[in-house]
């Protein structure tokens, strides 16, 4: 990485499914050109899609499209991407492991979006501060 191109992306969006499209081809060209392996341009686009779509389906109940401030940055060895919404308190964490051993009429419908992302993620933090959610998903490299 050169010290003249930016390391971050910042920038929020509507909860809307297409906008978070474009942002995950923005990011996906921003990554390439800093020369991040494709492994790690595609996990910080699944994250990206899974905790931006949940935000979106499940966060709000009132009707209204709600801003999603998102962040990705690339350091040394990490990326680092950072989620933040107002919509109801939801830990990912919290989540049970999902058994992707058990057989799949036993499984409970969802939580395997969540269960790629702590795949993919080295770590993964949440904090509830004020009325927003924030998760860190971070991914070495």
Known sequence: MTDDVPREIRT???????QMAQ???RVGAFLEELGVPS???YAVQLILEE????????????????D?????????????VE???DGRPFDPLSIP???????????????LGL??????????EYSRSGNKNRVQVRIGY
């Open 115 to 124: 269960h790629l992302v702590r795949q993919m993620a080295d770590s993964m």
């Open 23 to 25: 942002f995950a081809e």
């Open 39 to 41: 492994k790690e341009v």
């Open 51 to 66: 905790l931006i779509t949940n935000i979106i389906n499940h966060a709000h109940d009132d009707g209204e499209v709600h």
């Open 12 to 18: 929020s969006i509507l909860g809307d499914l297409a």
């Open 97 to 111: 492991e999902a058994d992707v051993h058990a057989p799949i009429q036993d499984r409970p419908i969802g939580k």
């Open 83 to 85: 989620i933040e919404d």
């Open 68 to 80: 999603i401030g998102l962040r990705v940055a690339a350091e040394t060895s990490q990326l680092i």
